[in-house]
């Protein structure tokens, strides 16, 4: 297998980067950003003058200064092209951040002389490096190359400019360094932090706990996991939760239960057990072949959840299961109710490189990777105009407890349609026209007038946030208010009228206020007028916000649809640009209607090439269990994402590894083989193949 190309970017100062990575050290709360390579080059025509070129990387080794060393000293044998070909490399530094000791470890290469190797703190000042330090730093890069990996869809590798990616741990060798160290700084783990799910980092919820379960579930090493889970339990009951979840992946269910149940006993208020063991008894009960055995394990799942809501009241992943279960359950006010009472956190997005203006840029091409449609794919983005109404959708930028709340929302809403959720809204929650008429006196208050239906029905008049009515592709289509009249929505398979905008709830601040304003004024009626919300919740702002964005989201949606139906009636193209039916092929995606969404990516894929359209059929060809299909955007994938310079995903990785696993080595390798593109596209995709070799993954004996 070749090396990913050598991606360069070039310094307008020299040291420029080096000193914008000291700077932002102070900063860093993740696992730190890629690693930096930055090179000083000598032109060979003027001795005197140099030339600072850098790029990122993931994946190298990082347990001494002499593998980073080791791979500055592979970067003189690149066969240089671009704007600082013919120069000499002279110099090279290699950073690499330790998130345990918050240090960032350097090692310094003069070409041909010396490595010296030292750390560096947030301040700036350089300290000795230990060996205890590159320990740390050796766990903390495979964790970032995990951590910092494409899913496929292209979206990780477009953040970040000039990163080479490689994979961390390739055979049982280097996983048993991995494993070992882990094994060492298990206990230290919560010091690297945690996703931004998880409100306060745990032994068993952390960066390391997330990018071990990864790394297992990539690769199908469930023997070596549970082995290294064994051994930490009998340290920590806690472990246990971690033990079971391996059994669950490598399907020992029987004896994951046992654990889970030994350990409850010994720390019955253990949160990460109890919402393990709620998501097992979640899932069984999905897959239960009768109904009344269905809602005895939800039933079962459900005291699991309650329970780790009062073990762990400012988790959010203990309130989202239990909303889960109540959406499974059917029950959607207890739903709603439990949803809006999860802790939200603001996303901490991973640590990136915050670098100078470069004077240059130059990403090169690997032979190897050359497809058509791929090398297009850059330039026909170019001259793609896109709606202002599609880029303006807020839900598409949703991280984090946002995201998942937001999941759980539309789940509803596929379930139930918009208008039965916005009657439910309007059961659970105080709404704002109903809290104003009710402290009204009775006596001012209308009499024909319901305000909780005020709230379904929308406002009359058009409001000031609502946005343009323009389209912007140029073609004849109905104005967005035609549409929203005539747009159909799904409620339960079937079209109903129209999507009507909910009202606003109540401000909870506002609902305060008056309260204290009440008391300063010694009022009694307040309670009086009230009666009848006493039953109701205030909703949360962001929840409100969500009911708002999920609107928009509806609202482009059921546009899109009719404008097709229309189309299709008179026998019309419907014209997008690829960008827009990527976009709304995300849009159906979020508000699960799937098959709209393949409709979506596929129109993208007919016009140019797209890794998230085509990451977006992946997951149907890989439930409808369709190998070919399967393989063949597989093998695109893997090429796209090495000729951007990474020759590692995990999640492509466990695809290929579960296909071999359904169908054996020789099927898959004889499919790959047989697809009509050029041998060294298709190599690449082989070596995702020897590596489940490799591992020892099932269905490559023989």
């Known amino acids: ?379 026909s983005r170019q001259y793609e105009q896109v709606d202002s109404s599609l880029l303006n959708l807020r839900a598409a930028a949703y991280k984090g407890t946002f995201k998942q709340a937001y999941a759980i929302l539309t789940e509803m809403t596929a379930k139930i349609g918009w208008d039965q959720l916005l009657k439910i809204r309007s059961n659970v929650f105080v709404m704002e026209d109903e809290y104003r008429s009710e402290r009204q006196e009775p006596s001012a208050a209308p009499a024909a007038r319901n305000p909780s239906t005020d709230g379904l029905r929308g406002s009359p008049e058009p409001t000031n946030g609502e946005h343009s009515d323009e389209e912007g592709d140029g073609e004849e289509k109905p104005s967005k208010s035609d549409a929203d009249s005539t747009a159909p929505t799904l409620t339960n398979g079937k079209e109903a009228s129209s999507v009507e905008k909910p009202e606003h709830t109540i401000d909870p601040g506002e609902v305060k206020a008056d309260a204290i304003q009440s008391d300063s004024n010694n009022t009694a009626t307040t309670e009086e007028h009230l009666s009848r ?19 928009e989201d509806l609202r482009v949606y059921t546009i899109w649809r009719t404008q097709m139906a229309q189309y299709r009636a008179q026998s019309m193209q419907y014209k997008k640009s690829a960008e827009e039916w990527e976009i709304l092929g995300s849009l159906a995606e979020r508000l699960q209607h799937h098959d709209e969404a393949v409709e979506a990516y596929r129109a993208c894929l007919s016009l140019r090439f797209s890794p998230k359209a085509l990451t977006g059929i992946l997951r149907v060809y890989e439930k409808q269990k369709n190998t070919r299909e399967t393989i063949a955007s597989v093998i695109r994938l893997v090429a796209w994402q090495y000729r951007w310079y990474s020759e590692f995903s995990p999640e492509l990785l466990y695809t290929i590894r579960t296909l071999i696993e359904d169908e054996g080595a020789v099927k898959v390798r004889s499919i790959i083989q047989a697809t009509s593109l050029s041998q060294s596209v298709l190599d690449l995709t082989h070596h995702y193949a020897a590596l489940c070799h490799t591992f020892r993954s099932s269905g490559t004996e023989g």
């Open 1 to 379: 297998m070749p090396a990913p190309a050598v991606p360069e970017i070039t310094e307008d100062t020299l040291h420029e980067s080096i000193e914008a990575r000291t700077e932002s050290l102070v900063s860093l709360r993740e696992l730190g950003p890629p690693d930096l390579v930055h090179l000083l080059k000598q032109n060979r025509s003027n001795p005197g003058r140099h030339i600072g070129v850098y790029h990122h990387v993931t994946g190298v080794d990082a347990s001494s200064s002499a593998s980073l060393a080791a791979y500055i000293n592979t970067l003189t044998y690149n066969k240089e092209q671009g704007p600082t070909a013919g120069n000499k490399i002279t110099e090279g530094i290699y950073c690499c951040y330790n998130a345990f000791s918050r240090l960032d470890m350097r090692v310094h290469v003069t070409i041909p002389g010396t490595v010296e190797s030292y750390c560096v703190d947030e301040r700036g000042e350089k300290r000795k490096a230990t060996e205890e330090l590159w320990l740390e730093t050796y766990l903390c890069s495979v964790l970032r190359a995990y951590s910092y990996a494409d899913d496929g869809s292209g979206d990780t590798i477009r953040k970040i400019m000039g990163v080479r990616r490689f994979n961390p741990v390739t055979n049982t060798e280097t996983e048993h360094r991995f494993l070992s160290a882990a094994e060492h700084l298990f206990f230290r783990g919560w010091q690297v932090g945690s996703d931004s799910v998880v409100q306060v980092p745990n032994n068993v919820s952390n960066h390391l706990t997330a990018g071990l379960l990864k790394y297992f579930h990539t690769t199908g090493r469930f023997a070596s996991a549970i082995n290294l889970f064994e051994k930490l339990r009998s340290q920590n009951v806690e472990v246990s939760s971690l033990l079971s979840r391996v059994l669950f992946m490598g399907n020992e269910e029987v004896q994951g239960v046992r654990v889970l149940y030994e350990a409850l006993k010994e720390s019955p208020m253990d949160y990460v057990m109890l919402d393990t063991q709620a998501e097992f008894l979640m899932r069984k009960a999905m897959a239960a072949p009768t109904a009344e055995q269905k809602e005895e394990r939800l039933n079962m799942a459900l005291g699991c959840a309650d329970r780790s809501t009062i073990a762990a009241p400012s988790e959010f992943g203990t309130w989202a299961r239990l909303a889960q279960i109540y959406v499974i359950k059917e029950d959607w006010e207890n739903a709603l109710t439990i949803l809006n009472s999860c802790p939200m956190f603001t996303y901490q997005d991973k640590d990136a490189p915050l670098m100078p203006e470069p004077k240059d840029v130059y990403l090169p091409t690997l032979p190897e990777t050359r497809l058509d449609e791929i090398d297009s794919e850059p330039e």
């Open 533 to 551: 919300l006493n039953n109701k919740r205030l909703c949360e702002r962001w929840l409100d916000s969500l009911f708002m964005v999920l609107y």
